[in-house]
Structure formats: structure tokens, C-alpha cells
């Protein structure tokens, strides 16, 4: 099956913990990106990764890093939570120079007390 | 830059009845631009993509039609059904967007019977 997946599916933590979110993507794509969906449904880039080189980082907090050890596959790690990191964090992928479509996987969703 | 604007948070409608969802935007290039679907608990899901020959694309009954004169991009169906019911983005992208897509704020599509 070729896909976006993601995992895990949901998480719960609290306050000042560290989590990691995992993505890979089995569509051959060049460009990967982590998305974060508030609770108002708002689609906000965080930020995307071509062939792992980070070509767009959205000034989000430094306790944000994404990792990638290859093309298929994008993590996400947040240090130290905090209450407004609470959300859904959506990763997908694209080819590179085609019609810019994207692939979204099911979504990690975080939950911080 | 590069921007898209969704003016309906929220349509309600009744089961039959046509469907418009309304887009326009903003860029400097000639753009793609994308309707995303997104059911409850679901990824976001490509519905349509515009074409550069003009073409009206159409998917499940939906279709958009691109007018760069009012720079418009607006969902379309005759007649809505109860499964229509989802979250809908606008997006655009384009030749100097480094491969990111400009989404809009989404539009809840509520349909009831």
C-alpha cells in the first residue's frame, strides 16, 4: 500500500515532557511536511523538507525540530510541551516539480494537560 | 505574496439543494489552485486541481472553474448530499512557492437532511 502514515495516533502528556511524532511516506515522493491543525481547523505549515534538506522552517518555537534520515521519512520532536502545542499535527508528502498536490497521512493528535 | 481567502466559515443546507463554496486569491505567478476535502476524524484529501488549459475539473459531482479575471476558484455541486457533509480548503500554489501550498482558512459544509 502506498501511502502517508503516521504514528502514533494520539497522544496525551503533560506539561514540559518531550514527545516525538513519526512520518513516513511509501509514495516515493521528494517533499515532505508537517503540518498543525489548531482546534479551530486551521492548516498552518511548520515545516517541509526536500530530500532532506529543510527548505521552509515558519518561525515556529525552538522547542520544534524536525528530523529526517531520508526522503520516505519526516519526525517531528517537540521539547518541553506546552499547552498550546495541544492539536493535530498532519505530515504529507509531494513529488517535486509536478502539479504541487499533496498527500496528507491521518494525523498525530496531541493532547497536553 | 501568495495568499487565499475563504470568506464562509460555516454553510448550512438543506439535502438537494446546490452547493457554492467561496475562493479567491492572491499571486504574483500564474497559480495551481486545489480544493481539499476533509471528513471528520480523516486526512485532508485532494478533491479537484485546476488545469492550465482551462479545463473544468470535476470529481464526485463537484467542480471549480478558474477565473484569473476575478482571480476565483469556487466549489461547485447541483445538488447536495448529507455525505457532503466536511471541511473544505482552498489552496494555491505555484511555479515560485518552493513547493508549498497556500491554504485557506477552510469552510465547514454542513448539510442536513
Known amino acids: 500500500e502506498t501511502a502517508v502514515f503516521q504514528t502514533p495516533n494520539y497522544h496525551v502528556t503533560q506539561v514540559g515532557n518531550e514527545v516525538s511524532f513519526n512520518c513516513k511516506q511509501t509514495?516515493?515522493?521528494?517533499?515532505m511536511y508537517w503540518y498543525k491543525q489548531d482546534s479551530k481547523k486551521l492548516l498552518k505549515i511548520m515545516f517541509s523538507y526536500n530530500n532532506k534538506q529543510l527548505i521552509v522552517n515558519e518561525t515556529v518555537p525552538r522547542r520544534f525540530s524536525p528530523q529526517s534520515s531520508d526522503k520516505a521519512h519526516l519526525n517531528l520532536r517537540i521539547k518541553s510541551v506546552e499547552p498550546e502545542d495541544s492539536a493535530v499535527y498532519l505530515c504529507?508528502?509531494?513529488?517535486?516539480?509536478?502539479?504541487?498536490?499533496?498527500?496528507f497521512g491521518p494525523g498525530t493528535r496531541l493532547t497536553v494537560l | 505574496g501568495d495568499s487565499v481567502t475563504q470568506t464562509e466559515g460555516l454553510v448550512t443546507l438543506t439535502e438537494g439543494l446546490p452547493v457554492m463554496l467561496n475562493c479567491t486569491y492572491q499571486?504574483?505567478?500564474?497559480?495551481?489552485l486545489f480544493w481539499y476535502v476533509q471528513h471528520l476524524n480523516e486526512a485532508p484529501k485532494l478533491l479537484l486541481k485546476s488545469f492550465t488549459d482551462n479545463k473544468r475539473p470535476e470529481h464526485q459531482g463537484f467542480h471549480a472553474t478558474l477565473h484569473k479575471s476575478s482571480s476565483s476558484f469556487h466549489l461547485q455541486k447541483s445538488s447536495a448530499q448529507l455525505s457532503d457533509s466536511a471541511l473544505y480548503y482552498c489552496?494555491?500554489?505555484?511555479?515560485?512557492?518552493?513547493?508549498?501550498?497556500?491554504f485557506g482558512d477552510g469552510t465547514q459544509l454542513v448539510v442536513k437532511p
Open positions: 499571486s504574483t505567478y500564474s497559480p495551481f
Open positions: 489552496a494555491l500554489s505555484d511555479r515560485c512557492s518552493n513547493n508549498r501550498i497556500f
Open positions: 504529507a508528502s509531494s513529488p517535486l516539480r509536478q502539479t504541487y498536490e499533496q498527500y
Open positions: 509514495l516515493g515522493h521528494d517533499t
